[in-house]
């Protein structure tokens, strides 16, 4: 009876054994140490993300990785706030404009609360010479709306749409039409006026969809602007509360 109590005890053992040491073979697996250096990487884009964000954030109702790594995709990578800001004039907050001399420039950098990601940049005359064009090709706004989705409440499906189509659903510039009821703000083919014109959407497209969810995470938690107000545009304003 004792030598089979023994006999089962070192069974026991063996197995436990077993497992630890399966346990360790996988926690120093390639696959998991790449895994483990994926996280790393991750996290420390997301402080970062936090360290650089130029607003304050609403991080309720929302997953805060994706809010700090979509920060950091969008303010240290895209440089999304380059056009979709009012234009180079206004970007900056003054004294913080780092392309000035000092002591114009302070020495820290600090964008401008008031157009940030609210859009209002003209690109326009559109396209130029030698193709006909519409005066005003403006960047759109970023910042939710009162229900607290992005660019004026579009959905995550929109947004995806957006990023890897380029598809316009404020229809701002349809193609031309011939006759009468053709828009002053019309494209003329070759152009499509179903696209984004400008955006590099055709960059964007191939961004990964887990960066495309932390970018649409973050522009939800930044605060809503009404944006500018410029004649024709009614497109760019929000209505925040």
Not at 127 to 143: A, D, E, K, Q, V
Not at 166 to 171: E, Q, R, S
Not at 185 to 190: A, K, R, S, T
Request: include cysteine.
């Amino acid at each position: 009876m004792k030598s089979q109590q023994l006999a089962k005890m070192g069974s026991g053992a063996i197995v436990t054994l077993g497992v630890v040491a399966l346990t360790g073979l996988l926690s120093n697996s390639p696959r998991t140490r790449a895994q483990d250096h994926r996280d790393e990487d991750e996290a420390s884009l997301v402080r970062i993300g936090f360290e650089i964000a130029p607003v304050p954030l609403n991080l309720e109702g929302k997953d805060g990785r994706l809010v700090g790594l979509g920060s950091y995709v969008v303010n240290a990578v895209a440089d999304c706030n380059g056009c979709h800001s009012a234009g180079p004039a206004t970007e900056y907050s003054p004294g913080g404009n780092p392309y000035l001399l000092s002591p114009a420039f302070s020495g820290k950098q600090m964008v401008n609360p008031a157009t940030y990601l609210a859009g209002g940049q003209d690109f326009g005359p559109f396209p130029g010479p030698p193709f006909p064009s519409i005066p005003h090709l403006y960047s759109r706004n970023l910042t939710p709306d009162k229900t607290g989705l992005p660019e004026g409440g579009h959905t995550f499906e929109q947004f995806r749409q957006i990023m890897r189509q380029g598809t316009d659903f404020d229809h701002v510039h349809p193609n031309c039409t011939a006759g009468p009821g053709t828009p002053p703000n019309c494209l003329e083919p070759p152009f499509n006026g179903d696209h984004l014109q400008v955006m590099p959407w055709p960059s964007f497209q191939n961004m990964s969809e887990h960066d495309l969810r932390a970018i649409y995470e973050y522009l939800k938690a930044v605060p809503c602007n009404s944006g500018p107000a410029i004649d024709g545009a009614p497109y760019l304003q929000n209505v925040c509360d």
